[in-house]
């Protein structure tokens, strides 16, 4: 998947200088896997809560920071204990990057759960571990969900929908494509159609050119089926 949207999109935008292109991404599952927390929580016998996803994200954060000072007491708790990418997206992020494509992280972690911080820091470890370089702050950018109040155009008043914040981003470029792994990340159709989303069947018809889905057969919009 992320083969096909580097050979297509960004092969495309690096060969046109002109265009002002983007990548609208989603974090979790799609970047960055959460095999190594459903594994923690399947060994202690916990449920998932909120509560437990802030404690790993603080302590994914917190192994980022003591990797960065480079102290021997910090190798019991590498970061690599608690999050890994998903096979690609480093890869696809170094050719977007190097191809003057924006990268857009639209996540639903809520704006004080210092989301942009693990997100940012995440990404950039790895980055830099991989490339010994890092992305850019006119590069990367992260849009978070908003639990408390809307003083910002990128945020969505605590709404789950990602759409408000995407298609606000969406029209400061010229091309863009999605990325995600529920097909929540790529329309709104299913949960508010009523709303102004993108129809099932257009984001159908563009899989694989304008809409890339991953697949998660861990959890997603398809256990409401099952």
Not at 4 to 31: H, M, N, W
Not at 125 to 150: A, M, W
Not at 174 to 184: A, K, M, S, T, W
Request: glycine share 4%; aromatic share 12%.
């Amino acid at each position: 998947t992320f083969a096909l949207a580097q050979k297509s999109f960004i092969g495309e935008c690096g060969e046109q200088p002109t265009l002002r292109c983007a990548v609208i991404i989603d974090y979790d599952d799609t970047l960055v896997s959460s095999y190594l927390f459903e594994k923690s929580l399947q060994e202690t016998n916990t449920s998932f809560s909120r509560q437990a996803a802030l404690q790993w994200d603080f302590l994914t954060l917190q192994a980022i920071n003591c990797a960065s000072l480079q102290t021997i007491s910090c190798e019991s708790s590498a970061p690599e204990r608690f999050v890994s990418m998903v096979p690609g997206a480093l890869e696809f992020l170094h050719a977007a990057v190097s191809a003057n494509v924006d990268i857009a992280v639209v996540s639903n972690k809520e704006d004080f759960e210092s989301a942009p911080e693990v997100i940012r820091a995440v990404l950039q470890y790895f980055y830099f571990k991989t490339f010994k370089t890092r992305i850019s702050s006119e590069r990367l950018h992260v849009q978070y969900r908003n639990g408390s109040s809307c003083t910002d155009d990128l945020h969505d008043c605590g709404s789950e929908s990602k759409r408000h914040r995407q298609k606000r981003f969406e029209q400061m470029y010229d091309r863009v494509i999605f990325f995600g792994d529920d097909i929540n990340d790529l329309t709104c159709a299913l949960d508010y159609p009523d709303t102004d989303c993108e129809q099932l069947d257009d984001v159908v018809r563009e899989l694989g050119r304008r809409y890339f889905l991953l697949p998660n057969p861990v959890y997603g919009h398809w256990e409401r089926r099952s």
